[in-house]
């Protein structure tokens, strides 16, 4: 559960918020509250838009994006046999995958630095796509925690990579 005032996750039971001293209420829904009003489901689609992830995981989630889709691709040129149509519409639906998977890598670098997931269409400005993707892969995030989860640990962490279960990471 998250503070309704300063975005706090409470972990310890209590009437009020340990940082702002905001009194806690206790909500009766399947998901926690976020503080912004929005809800958090704990699923796995929804953590890997809703989180957070480092610069080191983001750039290290990137080199696999490009190397498993290459591999992917080898694949499918292998099986097609010289088919180009079904390999092109199979080769589509790979790139699909992995261009969403990248989107959230890229989402959830820019929570890491307490920005929202929107800024990613900036990619299309000429010139600010260039100031995003050099601060998206060189910046260092908040050290605190922000209103889209608690700072990340570590440098290189696969289940941060892949979206697995926040609390895990």
């Known amino acids: 559960m998250y503070c309704s005032k300063c975005g706090t996750k409470i972990t310890i039971k209590g009437k009020f918020c340990g940082k702002c001293g905001t009194e806690i209420v206790k909500e009766t829904h399947l ?9 958090i489901n704990d699923n796995y689609w929804s953590r890997l838009f809703n989180s957070r992830i480092n610069r080191g995981n983001y750039f290290t989630g990137h080199i696999l994006v490009v190397v498993i889709m290459m591999i992917m691709f080898y694949i499918v ?21 992995f261009y969403l998977y990248y989107l959230s ?28 993707g050099f601060q998206m892969t060189f910046s260092i995030g908040v050290e605190h925690t922000n209103a889209y989860g608690t700072t990340p640990k570590g440098n290189f962490n696969v289940k941060a990579i892949l979206g697995l279960k926040e609390d895990d990471y």
């Open 77 to 97: 040129q292998l099986f097609a046999g010289g088919e180009t149509e079904s390999a092109s519409i199979v080769d589509l639906l790979v790139l699909a995958f």
């Open 31 to 39: 998901s926690e509250p976020h503080p912004h009003g929005q809800k």
């Open 105 to 132: 890598l890229s989402i959830r670098r820019l929570h890491d630095l307490d920005k929202s997931g929107w800024h990613i269409l900036g990619m299309f400005i000429p010139i600010y796509n260039v100031i995003l």
